[in-house]
Every structure is written in C-alpha cells, then in structure tokens.
Antibody, heavy 122, light 107 residues
Framework: QVQLVQSGAEVKKPGASVKVSCRAS????????VTWVRQAPGQGLEWMGW????????DYAQKVQGRVTMTTDTSTTTAFMELRSLRPDDTAVYFC???????????????WGQGTRVTVSS | IQMTQSPSSLSASVGDRVTITCQAS??????LNWYQQKPGKAPKLLIH???NLETGVPSRFSGGGSGTDFTFTISSLQPEDLATYYC???????????FGPGTKVDI
C-alpha cells in the first residue's frame, strides 16, 4: 500500500534551516511528484510547492520562494524539503503528499504523510 | 486565485444533509478538489475535479459546480464525519494550489 513516512519533530532557532524528509513506498516513485503543505497552529492549509520525482522540476509558492528547496533521492524514494532563514511564523506542521496528475491533467494530492512539527523559537 | 468557503463552521445532527459552498475569485473550470481533515490527522482527498469521488470514499459525499461556484454535500451526516473540510483549486498552474479557509463540521 502507498505510504509516506516523514521525519520527526524539529525545534529550531530563528535564522536557522530545517530539512524534512518524506520516504515513499508502495508505488512507482518516479511516476509521481511530491508536494509539501504546511499548517500553522489552529490555522488552515498552505501549499508550499511540489517537485517532480521524474525530472526534478519544481514549482514553489511565492510566499516561500527563495527560502525553500525541494529535492528527491530516487535511489531511496525519499523527498526532502529544506526551509531556510526560519522565522517564528514558520512554526507549523509540515505535510508531504503524493502529487498525482492524470492523463486528462487532473491534479490532486492523494496520499499524505503523517506530518512533521517544526517549531521556530528563540 | 482566492478561495472562500461558507460557512466557516456548522453544527448538525447525525442523519442531516450538510452542504458547504466554495467560491473562486475567477473561473477555474472544474479544477477543484475537496479534502477532509480530522483532528490531529493529515488531510484526506475525498473528491477531485469538482465531482469525482475518490476510490473508497463513501457515496454520502458528493461535489458539484464549475467555474467559480462549487458545493460539497454530505447526504446523511455520520459521527465519523466530524472534521474540517477544505476546497482546493489548481486552476492557475504553475504556482497555485490555493486552499479555501476550511469549514469545521461538528456533530
């Protein structure tokens, strides 16, 4: 069965960087992308970007562009999201999800990781 | 593209019909998905392309609409449907998969 397993919780100081991993299993990794979505405490969902596991194409949300880098390691079927210059308002649960695109162009996030809590505090 | 949802929260009884609306700031055709997020859990995809039920999702969930106005309906509310429901558009690729603010459903 499809599974996405994320790395554990992180506590960082403002200005630092965090790198969250998302290990995928149960499907052909290179046939899909991986997207990242975060959720601040008590808030809604915010899309951060996605990466194609096929060719490494990335597309980032404007809000985090310049501070975020998404990568994949196809040998370990793992995706990574690095966020730099952390601020207190980056405190959130970060989710990875499988990015599915059908032949018709239909796009959705169909399987999700369990989430990684990142706390930014001095 | 901005997304709005209404209501922001609702309380209903088991067996009730519940409808949530989602509006896009511009025409997104049917490029709209619905997700369910239970407390402390990851979101779950329920409906893609406005009206297509994801495999394994109970048939009491349905979606409709196109252009700028969309609806999500639970035909007979069940206790396990306690959750927040989010619409999400993908009409302005690349660069945008905006989520709506969510609708919290209490039983």
């Amino acid at each position: 069965q499809v599974q996405l397993v994320q790395s554990g919780a992180e506590v960082k100081k403002p200005g630092a960087s965090v790198k969250v991993s998302c290990r995928a299993s149960g499907y052909m990794f290179k046939n899909y992308g991986v997207t990242w979505v975060r959720q601040a405490p008590g808030q809604g969902l915010e899309w951060m970007g996605w990466i194609s596991a096929h060719n490494g194409y990335t597309d980032y949300a404007q809000k985090v562009q310049g501070r975020v880098t998404m990568t994949t390691d196809t040998s370990t079927t793992t995706a990574f999201m690095e966020l730099r210059s952390l601020r207190p308002d980056d405190t959130a649960v970060y989710f990875c999800a499988r990015y599915r695109v059908s032949r018709s162009g239909s796009t959705s996030f169909d399987y999700w990781g369990q989430g990684t809590r990142v706390t930014v505090s001095s | 593209i901005q997304m709005t949802q209404s209501p922001s929260s609702l309380s209903a009884s088991v067996g009730d019909r519940v409808t949530i609306t989602c509006q896009a700031s511009e025409d997104i055709s049917n490029f709209l998905n619905w997700y369910q997020q239970k407390p402390g859990k990851a979101p779950k995809l329920l409906i893609h392309d406005a009206s297509n039920l994801e495999t394994g999702v109970p048939s009491r969930f349905s979606g409709g609409g196109s252009g700028t106005d969309f609806t999500f309906t639970i035909s007979s509310l069940q206790p396990e449907d306690l959750a927040t429901y989010y619409c999400q558009q993908y009409g302005n690729f690349p660069g945008g998969f905006t989520f709506g603010p969510g609708t919290k459903v209490d039983i």
